[in-house]
DNA sequence: ACAGGCATCCAAAGCGCTTTGAATCCAGCT
DNA sequence: AGCTGGATTCAAAGCGCTTTGGATGCCTGT
């Protein structure tokens, strides 16, 4: 079933349907409800794609997910974060299209993106050091958003981040307050910006605290348990071992919680660990009192929000940018306690 | 940069770009090569949407994701598994498009992206009891397979599934010959077919071994860390507490090992655990030995075949439908041993 | 010299929609 | 009666591509 189809059995023209199915007022309310009631009847949608074709917008939005490493790993908040975003789309008539893609390939995945007017904008992932994506997108004159910011501070564009800096620091301080001063850091892959942002704030922290930071206690890597775990047992079984970690991910939490659990250490007790968690819808941080204490932010209300920026600027492309920080949570749970001398026993 | 713009910087005849382009063969190798450099200097690609509304197809692949429970969760594997279709579709110049929607709205996201000719067929996830979408599909006349089986049996559609049956009943097997009688599974939600198939591998094996299988140790629910947890945590407590958990997922059992450690037990030594194993890219089941015993199927693998399937069936509409049932590894990890009366105590 | 055949190329129609500009109708007013 | 103007409706162009059905030119063989 199609417009003139439908019009035909209605015997109006095509223009009056579209008008009438598209809200515009020049057509009378009673011939309306019959065309929408003869829509609904025959499960008439407009075709999408004559539709983008005919207004030149494909109300679709594109996400390039770099897959990364050896494993070709996706990160495991992105299912999250698209459900965010999709609540987003579904709700003002956007689809989202998708291309996962090696890092390689990603500039041409954008270019080709653009080139064959698949989307109307793109959300842009994983900001990285020196990223080119921002001058890309800018000379190709597609909206975008980025989740995360690029290291370029300026407000030449859009994005939506947490203040990763200051919710490592404030994690930091916590584990300094309780008297920890062999704290180690378990990062997210440093040449993405998120994780740098992190390490700074780790360092600031301990800095202002007048305590050492040791190489030997600093990892940075993929996402993974077992990056988590085999960091956290390298790191314990040095002579000086760490009382304290800060990890950059619920899941590497986990393996580092393994890595203890298997050198008859308590979490909490013996070694403290902090993590960040994103509230990952089936990695909840404990249901009554948190397992993990955390720096806490919701990445799908991100996603949400990422979306939304995304959608005011391609309804208002001479808007300014928006650049929107949030704040972290430090909520506490059974994972950290006072720094004891039992760890070096 | 359109196609007439093109041709007429070219001296062309936007008909013999677009047979260049498209790789027909009535055009000069001379000229096809001139206009292929002059595409790529211009960037030039054809416009999808243009494109497929000339062509009929949309060379677009849909994925409905349901969003389950109250909180929308969303399922952990479905990254991993659009990783992998996304390959398939790169390669075959498909776009996948995505839309993440609740449970109820479902069979109309269906009729609503054929209506829309938004996508040229669709992969259909986490199929359930009774699961109208196989009817809905063929009414719509939308290519479809499913990964998973609807509990339907006939041939009349497409699928590839792992042997989830086999795999639960190999597990419970192995369990039963070390020797464990308390046996507990803990299991997805049991409206899904893959659950169901699951316990009945489960049941039968218990069964064939002449095994109580008691209330009490039977679990289902959102494949969450805090469900593993909490659900071996009561079983644990039980007068009975069970030796071994059969788990249907690594989370939950990540879970069950914090519920396990939190006892002051051991797995692998007190109490054991089989678990499935998505072989989701940010869970690898340990790097060296596994952590956990566990039957074993890669979903990204699972992805990329059943998008094959897919397209396979939009090339060929009259070919015959295709059922592929995968058999799962049980590959030993440290998780499992002997029952012991320790755990009784 | 001419028909036949092949290799190239092209004009125009059409995919299903939106949108411009115009037509039609029917009060309401002078 | 005649004019104006608002309310409806419509015909037709156009979005950027593919594809049908020629057209053109060139080479062959007779």
Redesign the pocket.
Known sequence: M???QLSEKL??????V??A??GYP????T?RMRILAAAKEYN?S??AR??S????RSMTIGHVIPTSGATEMVNPIFGDFIAGAGETYAAAGYDMMLSTVHRENELHAYRDLAARCAVDGVIVHAPRLNDPRVDLLRELELPFVFHGRAPIEDKSYSWLDINNTRAFERATKLLCDLGHRNIALINGDETMDFALRRRRGFVNAMEAAGQDIRPDWLAAGEMTESFGFETASRMLDLPEPPTAFLVSSIIMAIGARRAIAAKGLRMGREVSVVTHDDEISYLKNGDTEPVFTATRSSVREAGRRTAELLLGQIADPMADTVQELWECDLTLGASTGPATELART
């Open positions: 199609n417009l003139k015997g109006l023209s095509p223009t009056t579209s008008r199915i598209n020049e057509v009378s309310e011939t008439y407009p075709s004559a539709k074709l005919a207004t030149g």
